[in-house]
């Protein structure tokens, strides 16, 4: 898990912080990706969250990420293709999503929806944005 680095207050909105993630509402996420690129910074991916007070049902096959930066690609030119690929694949994610369907594969988050829970008030998409010092840390890491 990457450590939670400082975001521009400007991607914050319809924001929040769990367990060191941050997590959009669907809705929030597209603007927050235009505002990384300007502030350069390179958008690895994500994927959906439901988020309740005492639990997190985290939905890992249903992601947007994007690939890895290539030799010779400038910082600038990495920052503008992952926030690219991630928006692509956000918007087809969200596009096709069945909510109901993810719902009813998983018992747990079924019963917490049956109690009464409003998925579209507990569901993000919880995405990792990194600097390039950042990026090659993460690189240097592995």
């Known amino acids: 898990m990457l450590e939670i680095n400082n975001l521009p207050a400007e991607m914050l909105v319809g924001a929040t912080v769990r ?3 941050y ?7 597209s603007p ?8 350069g910074l ?6 959906i969250q439901f988020q309740f007070e005492d639990a997190i049902f985290e939905v890992y096959w249903l992601s947007a990420d ?3 930066r290539v030799r010779g690609e400038s910082w600038h030119e990495y920052v ?6 991630v928006a692509n694949e ?3 994610l969200t596009a096709n999503l069945n909510v109901q369907q993810v719902i009813q594969q998983w018992p ?5 929806m049956e109690a009464g829970s409003d998925p579209f008030k507990v569901m993000c998409f919880v995405a990792y944005f990194v600097t390039e010092a950042e990026y090659l840390s993460l690189r240097d890491a592995v």
């Open 19 to 21: 367990d060191n993630e």
């Open 42 to 47: 390179a958008c690895l991916g994500g994927q």
């Open 108 to 112: 747990g988050l079924q019963a917490r």
């Open 80 to 85: 503008h293709r992952s926030c690219n690929e």
């Open 90 to 92: 956000f918007r087809d």
């Open 66 to 68: 994007s690939s890895k």
């Open 23 to 29: 997590g959009w509402k669907l809705e929030s996420f």
């Open 32 to 39: 927050a990706l235009l505002v990384a690129e300007r502030f």
